[in-house]
């Protein structure tokens, strides 16, 4: 009984809405916000004789918070069945085996797609007024563009580093995926074998659909979110009354709506 009144209660604070759970998940997103920055900073300066502390911490700090998500849900099964619990895992693996992960610690910026995908970020951020919302869905595309471009950076350092004469940090590395993506192609740091062309195909592909999506994001017409009960559409218009996929009638609440409702 003990232990299902305890679960109830990290439940509370994790997913909650009440003041103290506000209050527990903005101390969480603070450190969240500091962890990442480090991530970002410790790719840019070389390796400090004090990095291995910080990654002690941060790793106790989130095999901590995992666990705390996994007593909170009750079953593995539901725990696993998050996207960011699979991504969180692999920073921990990046800060738990440094030595066998060295090359590949610039996954560890995936910590800044879990905290701008999860609900803790957008309970917090002016306590909820921009969850479910135009703003949310804009800042995600957004993120994950940047964290693509992070990412491609990485891989490009960890397997192409040295195979041009100008390649041969990350900010070299930032600057071939930046023009790669935006397809301007400068020239001046090329990767000449089959791989490394292969990869600058993708790097420009993917660079079209990511500035699509937020120019999408950008440029289309606020709407609001409400989840079709029959085909699950959950984007219309903001006076719809029924489902512009199937027809069907909008009952369900508004997400992100309901609560400035009760403010009123």
């Known amino acids: 009984m003990n ?6 209660r990290v439940r509370a604070l994790y997913f909650g809405h009440t003041q103290t759970a506000v209050r527990f998940q903005g ?6 916000l500091l962890i990442i920055g480090f991530f970002i900073g410790s790719q840019f300066i070389a390796e400090q004789y004090w990095f291995w502390m910080v ?6 700090f989130l095999a901590v918070d995992l666990f705390a998500r996994l007593f909170a849900f009750g079953t593995l099964r539901r725990w696993l069945k998050f996207p960011t619990t699979w991504v969180d895992l692999v920073v921990l693996a ?12 610039f996954l560890r910026i995936l910590r800044l797609w879990t905290v701008v995908h999860s609900e803790r970020f957008w309970n917090v951020l002016a306590r909820g007024k921009w969850d479910d919302t135009y703003v949310e869905d804009l800042a995600r595309a957004i993120v994950t563009m940047f964290v693509f471009i992070f990412l491609a950076a990485g891989i490009t350092q960890a397997l192409f580093l ?6 041969n940090n990350f900010v070299d590395a930032i600057y071939y995926v930046v023009t790669s993506l935006t397809t301007t192609g400068y020239g001046d740091i090329t990767i000449d074998t089959a791989a490394g062309r292969l990869f600058s195909v993708v790097l420009m592909i993917a660079g079209i659909s990511l500035f699509f ?12 979110i409400v989840r079709c009960s029959g085909c ?11 489902c512009r996929s199937c ?18």
Do not use: C, Y
């Not at 232990?3 to 109830?8: A, I, K, N, P």
């Open 27 to 32: 101390v969480l997103l603070a450190l969240d």
């Open 232 to 242: 699950g559409t959950d984007r219309h218009e903001l006076d719809a009354r029924f």
């Open 55 to 60: 990654d002690a911490a941060i790793a106790v």
């Open 162 to 167: 040295g195979d041009h004469p100008k390649l």
């Open 3 to 8: 232990g299902h009144r305890l679960r109830s």
């Open 247 to 264: 027809g069907g009638a909008l009952t369900a609440p508004l997400r992100g709506m309901t609560r400035a409702v009760r403010r009123r």
């Open 213 to 224: 999506t937020i120019a999408q994001k950008v440029f289309a017409p606020q709407r609001k």
């Open 94 to 105: 990046t800060l738990l085996l440094p030595t066998v992960l060295h090359n590949w610690g």
